[in-house]
């Protein structure tokens, strides 16, 4: 028998996504977010979710552009440290030592040391509640080529993302290969 527990903001995996956006100054900034994930396939568009509270919901508005950055487990704490603080009162980057570079395609950086990189245009802002969704086309998607599987596909295996447990506040590695997805079923 299953126990209500209520109305929360759980659901297994939550991805770790770190937001990276300029300022109107033009100073990158990056934050890690986990309300987020793929919402279309054609055109193919990620969603975020953010407080109208951060640095980077002011970013975006002004832009209209940003990049998610996957970190691998090697960057944990850099990606925890991006989310616990703001970059109104300091340069996160420059204090984890990673480095900013510049998009060709949007108006907003990507991470260089995280080896997949999703570089997006907002095409939707939705207001929710608490949290505001944006929308953003994926105009290109940047591998590291040391992450790729035979050098067309990015290989989880090697790129090790992790994901955030909202229920206990904790990071957990990516698990152990399962079966083959739209194939396992038909057995």
Same mark, same amino acid.
């Given at each position: 028998?299953?126990?209500?527990?209520? /109305?929360?903001?759980?659901?297994?995996?939550?991805?770790? $996504?770190?937001?990276?956006?300029?300022?109107?100054?033009?100073?990158?900034?990056?934050?890690?977010?986990?309300?987020? %994930?793929?919402?279309? &396939?054609?055109?193919?568009?990620?969603?975020? =979710?953010?407080?109208?509270?951060?640095?980077?919901?002011?970013?975006?508005?002004?832009?209209?552009?940003?990049?998610?950055?996957? /970190?691998?487990?090697?960057?944990?704490?850099?990606?925890?440290?991006?989310?616990?603080? =703001? %970059?109104? &009162?300091?340069?996160?980057?420059?204090?984890?030592?990673?480095?900013?570079?510049?998009?060709?395609?949007?108006?907003?950086?990507?991470?260089?040391? #995280? /080896?997949?990189?999703?570089?997006?245009?907002?095409? *939707?802002?939705?207001?929710?509640?608490?949290?505001? *969704? #944006?929308?953003?086309?994926?105009?290109?998607?940047?591998?590291?080529?040391? $992450?790729?599987?035979?050098?067309?596909? /990015?290989?989880?295996?090697?790129?090790?993302? #992790?994901? #955030?447990?909202?229920?206990?506040?904790?990071?957990?590695?990516?698990?152990?290969?399962?079966?083959?997805?739209? &194939?396992?079923?038909?057995?």
């Amino acid at each position: 028998m299953k126990k209500s527990i209520g /109305p929360n903001t759980i659901v297994f995996p939550t991805p770790v $996504f770190v937001v990276a956006s300029y300022d109107k100054k033009g100073k990158p900034n990056a934050m890690t977010v986990a309300w987020g %994930g793929i919402c279309c &396939s054609m055109p193919p568009c990620v969603a975020i =979710s953010l407080r109208e509270a951060t640095y980077s919901y002011g970013n975006i508005m002004e832009r209209k552009a940003f990049t998610v950055n996957i /970190p691998s487990e090697k960057y944990i704490k850099e990606a925890d440290y991006l989310g616990i603080k =703001s %970059g109104a &009162s300091e340069d996160k980057l420059a204090s984890m030592k990673l480095t900013a570079v510049k998009s060709d395609l949007v108006d907003a950086p990507y991470i260089k040391e #995280f /080896p997949l990189v999703l570089e997006c245009y907002v095409i *939707q802002i939705v207001k929710i509640g608490l949290h505001t *969704q #944006f929308i953003g086309e994926i105009k290109d998607i940047k591998v590291d080529d040391g $992450f790729l599987k035979d050098t067309k596909i /990015p290989d989880i295996e090697k790129i090790k993302p #992790f994901s #955030f447990n909202p229920a206990g506040r904790t990071y957990y590695g990516t698990g152990k290969h399962l079966g083959t997805a739209f &194939s396992i079923g038909k057995t």
